[in-house]
Structures are given as structure tokens and as C-alpha cells.
């Protein structure tokens, strides 16, 4: 039996239901239970692109790994745990002043 989606998870049969597996039934929209494989590959396959595409563009943490937009100096996101504050070298910041 020769897969139809790029997944290989699906029939002919299977890629060819309207609405791509989808039905309204009078608990709401409804997938069909043969197409649901489909959707779990197909979602996962999407976050997976989108991690990639955060991992290029966002640099991690040095001490805990988290992907920040913008690092500190010592190359450290904005926590202020224990590690960040040795890996900091025992600095501590001052408050920012509150804004109304």
C-alpha cells in the first residue's frame, strides 16, 4: 500500500476525505480518527521548524541554557539565581525604578 502524504501515514482513501478528515457533528468539528496520525506528523514536523528557526536567530544562556533575545555582558540571560550571580561574578544590579 503506497502512502498519498508526504508523512507516509496516510491512504489514498485517508488523503482524499473532504475537508482533510474534518466533520461537523452536533458536539462541534470532529477529526476523523483515520486522519489524526496525519495531524500529530504534520504539527509536530511545524514546531520542529519553528524551534530550528528560534535556535538561529536567539543565543542561549550560559548557565541555564534558556534562549534570550538580548544577553548580558557575561553572556547571561535575566534571572538572577544563584548560578547566574556567581557566574556574574557576584554583582547585583540595582532596581529599576517603577513607572506609572
Known amino acids: 500500500m503506497k502512502a498519498a502524504c508526504k508523512f507516509g501515514c496516510c491512504t489514498r482513501e485517508v488523503a482524499a476525505l473532504p ?9 462541534g468539528w470532529v477529526l476523523d480518527i483515520r486522519r489524526q496520525e496525519h495531524v500529530r506528523r504534520e504539527r509536530a514536523a511545524e514546531l520542529a521548524r519553528i524551534d530550528q528557526m528560534h535556535a538561529a536567530i536567539y543565543r542561549a544562556c550560559a ?8 544577553l548580558d ?14 557566574r556574574r561574578g557576584g554583582l547585583t544590579f540595582a532596581q529599576k525604578a517603577r513607572s506609572r
Open 63 to 70: 548557565a541555564c541554557g534558556q534562549l534570550a533575545i538580548r
Open 73 to 86: 555582558t557575561f553572556g547571561l540571560c535575566s534571572k538572577t539565581t544563584e548560578v547566574h550571580n556567581v
Open 19 to 27: 475537508d482533510g478528515g474534518w466533520s461537523l457533528t452536533d458536539k
